[in-house]
T-cell receptor, first 122, second 112 residues
Framework: AQTVTQSQPEMSVQEAETVTLSCTYDTSESNYYLFWYKQPPSRQMILVIRQEAYKQQNATENRFSVNFQKAAKSFSLKISDSQLGDTAMYFCAFMKHFNPIILTGGGNKLTFGTGTQLKVEL | NAGVTQTPKFRVLKTGQSMTLLCAQDMNHEYMYWYRQDPGMGLRLIHYSVGEGTTAKGEVPDGYNVSRLKKQNFLLGLESAAPSQTSVYFC???????????FGEGSRLTVL
């Protein structure tokens, strides 16, 4: 079974500064996907960024980027130029590759970490 | 564009009562999921479905049942609610095997 660990329950950052959220995972799979989801106070789950394990290049989405270290099984999220609207709970998630032909992988399931509550302050 | 809709949004139950949470998606997605979210534990998968008429157990299936009679709907049932089932429940769906999950807004259930 896969596990996802987020060791920082809470973090804070000043507006316009940069913050990095940590995530490590444990798996024996070689082909998988990693995600960061954001959950603001509205409770809505929003995809922030996605990384495919077979790609060496780190994913980037505007102010959000990841540092994917496959050998170390580490997947950190960097938020640049933090904004008040970035205040939210952030979840790291893992999904192993699903083969629909032989039905391995269990149907595209996500395994989540316990989350990091990020507060952006003035 | 409704996306994934969960009903009800809030519910209070007494121990032993039964209820059903409905998840409806209008995106023609094959895969649907029910998660529960508890403080300090992230989201944990209860049950999931890889297509109409199919269901499978997730990480924490005990005390819950599900049905996927129609492709667009995924129902989560509690036959005899327990205080340990107090939680926020999220439904999600996806079309792609490698794409993002689309989540509903969550349903807060309290069992007294």
């Amino acid at each position: 079974a896969q596990t996802v660990t987020q060791s920082q329950p809470e973090m804070s950052v000043q507006e316009a500064e940069t913050v990095t959220l940590s995530c490590t995972y444990d798996t024996s799979e070689s082909n998988y996907y990693l995600f960061w989801y954001k959950q603001p106070p509205s409770r809505q789950m929003i995809l922030v960024i996605r990384q495919e394990a077979y790609k060496q290049q780190n994913a980037t989405e505007n102010r959000f980027s990841v540092n994917f270290q496959k050998a170390a099984k580490s997947f950190s999220l960097k938020i640049s130029d933090s904004q008040l609207g970035d205040t939210a709970m952030y979840f790291c998630a893992f999904m192993k590759h699903f083969n629909p032909i032989i039905l391995t992988g269990g149907g595209n399931k996500l395994t989540f970490g316990t989350g990091t509550q990020l507060k952006v302050e003035l | 564009n409704a996306g994934v809709t969960q009903t009800p949004k809030f519910r209070v139950l007494k121990t032993g009562q039964s209820m059903t949470l409905l998840c409806a998606q209008d995106m023609n997605h094959e895969y649907m999921y029910w998660y529960r979210q508890d403080p300090g534990m992230g989201l944990r998968l209860i049950h999931y479905s890889v297509g109409e008429g199919t269901t499978a157990k997730g990480e924490v299936p005990d005390g819950y049942n599900v049905s996927r009679l129609k492709k667009q709907n995924f129902l989560l049932g509690l036959e005899s609610a327990a205080p340990s089932q107090t939680s926020v429940y999220f439904c999600a769906s996806t079309l792609s095997l490698t794409g993002e999950l689309f989540f509903g807004e969550g349903s807060r259930l309290t069992v007294l």
